[in-house]
């Protein structure tokens, strides 16, 4: 069976995806769309692999991947030095438990990215999301008693923002369009609103990742009346989570539409509600064996 590996792999953009396992997934059905015969035997052997049950265990999640065997997996797809480290920081990133540890790697992913990677028509949505600490600046300008001293802005974080931090964040905001100076030396917010949709997920994941890791610090440092943290666990369809995925999207518009509506504030919260499976889906399971 002859393969050009170089060739195929470049048809999917690696530094898209923020999955190792998803990826190769994808690679494999990309292949047996060409050829029906392709299977995960022959790019085991291919991979120099002792066992094609090693990968397919790595793919359903069973097994870790090793850094030695990711080399084997490059070197197979044909990546480049660029591409192979990538490769092999998703895999530490997806493999690591520790949330630390997990957003150094996230960091190291957004570095190794080509800045070309983003659809131009999606630059400004990308530089506003990509630093959480920029949607903060935005209430914090026009709601809060800083007195025009960026310096007094950055102490309402905690930890404490830098004054070249905030001042470069504002800059930011009113090039965006997001923010306007008003008489006065006082912001106002445009009614212009960048919304996430269509983003690729790589680019919320680091914002995403620090609000959460902020949740479980609020959970561990603030007083119980100063912060709101709950769960429960419960089973349900695919239906049932989808209909509980629309509520949630409709609370959370509705909390979007109070704020907007209240001219009242005395600190920046964020709103973050997680609703994932805790275990696998059986009904699926049981097809499978």
């Not at 102490?155 to 006065?184: W, Y």
Request: net charge positive; hydrophobic share 35%.
């Amino acid at each position: 069976m002859k393969q050009n590996t170089v060739a195929d792999s470049s048809k999917l953009d690696l530094f898209e995806y923020d999955n190792f396992i998803i990826y190769l997934n994808d690679y494999f059905n990309y292949q047996k769309t060409r050829n029906p015969k392709f299977s995960w035997r022959y790019f085991a052997k291919r991979s120099n692999f002792n066992s094609h049950t090693v990968l397919f265990k790595i793919l359903r999640g069973q097994s870790q991947l090793s850094l030695e065997n990711a080399l084997k997996i490059g070197k197979s797809l044909g990546f480049g030095k660029q591409e192979q480290e990538y490769f092999n920081t998703l895999i530490l990133y997806n493999q690591s438990n520790d949330h630390v540890e997990k957003n150094g790697f996230l960091q190291h992913l957004k570095n190794l990215r080509p800045k070309d990677n983003i659809p131009a028509v999606q630059a400004d949505q990308y530089a506003y999301f990509d630093k959480w600490y920029l949607q903060v600046l935005r209430e914090l300008a026009v709601y809060a008693p800083w007195y025009g001293s960026f310096q007094r802005m950055g102490e309402f974080f905690d930890p404490p923002l830098s004054e070249s931090q905030v001042k470069e964040g504002i800059n930011t905001l009113i090039k965006l369009g997001l923010l306007k100076k008003r008489a006065g030396g006082k912001y106002a917010q445009t009614d212009e609103i960048i919304s996430s949709k269509g983003l690729p997920s790589h680019v919320l994941k680091s914002t995403r990742t620090e609000l959460i890791l902020k949740a479980i610090s609020a959970g561990d440092s603030l007083p119980v009346e100063m912060r709101h943290l709950s769960y429960c666990t419960f089973t349900v369809s695919r239906k049932k989570y989808l209909e509980m995925c629309w509520e949630i999207d409709e609370l959370r518009q509705k909390f979007l539409a109070e704020a907007n509506e209240s001219k009242e504030g005395e600190a920046v919260y964020a709103f973050s509600v997680q609703l994932y499976p805790l275990s696998k889906h059986w009904i699926e399971s049981t097809r499978e064996n």
